[in-house]
């Protein structure tokens, strides 16, 4: 069945510091993509999408690239800053799909 | 900005209890869905309710789980009787017209703790 993998967490960085969270998935056909975040005491948000192969989503100067190839779409920011703490969720739904099938959530937390 | 919220946000219950936990969607919407995430493991699919019926469930809402929207606001999740292993955070997320799961706003989110 569909399944989404994510890094474990937690992650910790020093403010500016380059981050990534890998995902990788397994489904079949060509599935849509999500990054979803949580902040502290807040839902989950969309923090950006893919819709097909070499897609690049982006938002809040994140960026993930969904290649078919590696069934990969990791997240990446150039230079984090402290309001990037947070849970981030990758997540996959099939075209017309009811439901997401999501990961575990990777913990990010930004030091000054 | 419209937001969908969640009550309690943590419920501590006795096992074989009856739990309800509540959520008001965001009031245009028309698809409403319940996830939940044991700690430590992946957020997973409950179920999801549109125009009064449940439209899809996972093999995880059993007959002990139910969903109700008594009313044009309020969608809420019951948990007949409560065993440990339902201990975890329950979200709730709406969707507007599009229906596209891409598009779903969630809550914070209910922790349950059944001892």
């Known amino acids: 069945g569909d399944s989404v993998t994510q890094m474990e967490g937690p992650v910790t960085l020093s403010e500016e510091a380059f981050l990534t969270i890998n995902c990788t998935y397994t489904?079949?056909?060509?599935?849509?993509l999500f990054w979803y975040v949580q902040y502290p005491g807040e839902g989950l948000q969309l923090l950006l999408k893919a819709t097909k192969a070499d897609d690049k989503g982006s938002n809040k100067g994140f960026e993930a690239t969904y290649r078919k190839e590696t069934t990969s779409f990791h997240l990446e920011k150039g230079s984090v800053q402290v309001s990037d703490s947070a849970v981030y969720f990758c997540?996959?739904?099939?075209?017309?799909?009811?439901?997401?099938?999501f990961g575990t959530g990777t913990r990010l937390t930004v030091i000054p | 900005e419209p937001e969908v919220t969640q009550t309690p946000s943590h419920q501590v219950t006795q096992m074989g209890q009856e739990v309800i936990l509540r959520c008001v969607p965001i009031?245009?919407?028309?698809?409403f869905y319940w996830y939940r995430q044991i700690l430590g493991q992946k957020v997973e699919f409950l179920v999801s309710?549109?125009?009064?019926?449940?439209?899809?469930k996972s093999e995880i809402f059993d007959d002990q789980f139910s969903v109700e929207r008594p009313d044009g606001s309020n969608f809420t999740l019951k948990i007949r009787s409560t065993k440990l292993e339902d201990s975890a955070m329950y979200f709730c997320a709406s969707v507007g017209e599009s229906g596209l799961v891409g598009e779903l706003f969630f809550g914070e989110g209910s922790r349950l703790t059944v001892l």
């Open positions: 309710f549109y125009n009064n019926e449940i439209s899809e």
């Open positions: 997540a996959l739904s099939q075209t017309g799909a009811n439901n997401l099938f």
């Open positions: 009031s245009n919407h028309l698809y």
């Open positions: 489904a079949t056909g060509y599935p849509s």
